[in-house]
């Protein structure tokens, strides 16, 4: 009986050697890569929190420095940022506040720069469309009036349209191209929510040239229902 036990646990340990050494190395490998995505994952993980922390901190002096009014140091605060830590949205979000109190400050070019590497590096949509909006704002202040334009061509999000339009709209108001800014303060009127506040002051806008677009809006529900109920 004893021999008979060990007779089949020879066979059975034969037959792990023979599975072993026709697929051990492939199993071997599968242990070697999942366990290193494992660790490199873990890493990474890591690796990210790291440099949140260490970007938010930085993030809070270049707030603490914007408060002194410190341009120059300001400045360098940013540029260090947005060689460390220029994935992070605490670079866009400091993107923005640098190139606020740069202006402020009277550097109108150094704002310009800040506000053209928010709306061009930003990896966040929102933030690019904001530093676009808010760059064309600086160069329509500057006369730049078709350089802003330009701006307001690129790539924005979805959820901007009506700012966009309006800002378009008060870049032409300040060409004295009357017609063209009507048009875009109408779509900028259509865009917005009809609760928006800011929908009230694009009405102000369309009123100073002549046009009541909550008045027209009103004809063409009329208009619309006439001829629904004709049919």
Avoid: C
Avoid at 121 to 135: E, I, N, Q, T
Avoid at 140 to 153: G, R, W
Avoid at 191 to 216: C, I
């Amino acid at each position: 009986m004893a021999n008979h036990l060990d007779l089949e646990e020879q066979e059975q340990l034969d037959e792990i050697k023979h599975f072993w050494k026709q697929y051990g190395n492939a199993i071997t490998w599968v242990l070697i890569v999942v366990l290193g995505a494992y660790a490199a994952w873990n890493g990474y993980q890591y690796w990210q929190r790291s440099q949140a922390s260490q970007a938010a901190a930085l993030f809070d002096e270049i707030e603490k420095v914007s408060r002194e009014g410190d341009a120059t140091k300001l400045e360098h605060a940013f540029g260090e940022m947005k060689d460390r830590f220029a994935s992070t949205a605490y670079a866009q979000q400091a993107g923005l506040l640098v190139a606020k109190s740069l202006y402020e400050s009277g550097k109108v070019d150094g704002a310009k720069a800040t506000l053209t590497w928010v709306a061009e590096k930003s990896a966040d949509a929102g933030y690019a469309s904001v530093g676009r909006l808010r760059l064309a704002g600086v160069l329509m202040d500057s006369k730049a009036y078709d350089e802003a334009l330009k701006v307001l061509d690129g790539t924005m999000a979805v959820e901007f349209a009506a700012l966009q339009a309006d800002r378009r709209g008060d870049i032409f108001l300040a060409q004295g191209k009357k017609p063209e800014a009507t048009e875009q303060y109408l779509k900028a009127f259509k865009a917005f929510d009809a609760g928006t506040d800011y929908r009230r002051l694009v009405v102000v806008k369309l009123n100073s040239l002549g046009v009541d677009p909550l008045e027209e809006a009103a004809a063409k529900s009329v208009a619309t229902d006439k001829g629904v109920a004709s049919k």
